[in-house]
Structure formats: structure tokens, C-alpha cells
């Protein structure tokens, strides 16, 4: 079993940048996939970025590409999310998901772990 636990949201303002970070607990990071997902009110959990147990393979959506980058320290079993040129459409309360089946594509239903999450809030 592994916990995951997110740090990291905040308030900023729009085209600024912040970073989230993802720890796990229990088990070593290096054995897991991690995707980061996005909720925003009133919307459905929607797919951000995904990396591979090693690191080396990223998975972007579309949104985001480009503007946000994630990244994997299994030495200190960590993961992040730097988010920069944010913007208002950006806010929502962020979730990272552990898979231990290397999966590391959009499908929520593919990690079998969650965090609580962090609330992020960019305001125009």
C-alpha cells in the first residue's frame, strides 16, 4: 500500500508560475507511474500529465502541453508539477496518482492510488 500526499498549491496570478509536488509513503516511488489530474468546479477529474516508473516517458494533455512540465526523484520519492504561464481556466484542486502498473496514460481508472490533493487558484 502506498500514500500519496500533495503540497505545494497556492494563489497566483495569472502568468505566473507554481509548483506542486506529489510524496509517497509506504512504498518507493520508483516502482510507480504518477499521473497528476485536475478538478475545477462543477467539472469533471480531468488528465494532466503522467510520467513513467523511470521517468523518462511523459504524457501531456493538450491544455497544458507546453506550459507545464512534470518530473520524477525517485531517490527522494518525489514528483512535480512546474506549472508556469498560468491561467485562470488553470484553477482547480490538483491530484497525483500513483499506478504500480507503470500505466501512465489519461485514464483516471488506470491508477489505483490517490492524494487528498492542493488547491490551486490563479486569478486574472
Known amino acids: 500500500q502506498v500514500q500519496l500526499a500533495e503540497s505545494g498549491g497556492g494563489s497566483v496570478q495569472a502568468g505566473g508560475s507554481l509548483r506542486v509536488s506529489c510524496t509517497a509513503s509506504g512504498r518507493t516511488f520508483s516502482r510507480y507511474a504518477v499521473g497528476w489530474f485536475r478538478q475545477a468546479p462543477g467539472k469533471d477529474r480531468a488528465f494532466v500529465a503522467s510520467i513513467s516508473f523511470s521517468g523518462i516517458n511523459t504524457y501531456y494533455a493538450d491544455t497544458v502541453k507546453g506550459r507545464f512540465t512534470i518530473s520524477k526523484d525517485n531517490a527522494k520519492n518525489m514528483v512535480y508539477l512546474q506549472m508556469n504561464s498560468l491561467k485562470s481556466e488553470d484553477t482547480a484542486v490538483y491530484y497525483c496518482?500513483?499506478?504500480?502498473?507503470?500505466?501512465?496514460?489519461?485514464?483516471?481508472?488506470?491508477?489505483?492510488?490517490w492524494g487528498q490533493g492542493t488547491q490551486v487558484s490563479v486569478s486574472s
Open positions: 496518482a500513483g499506478a504500480s502498473t507503470n500505466y501512465h496514460g489519461p485514464a483516471a481508472s488506470g491508477y489505483e492510488y
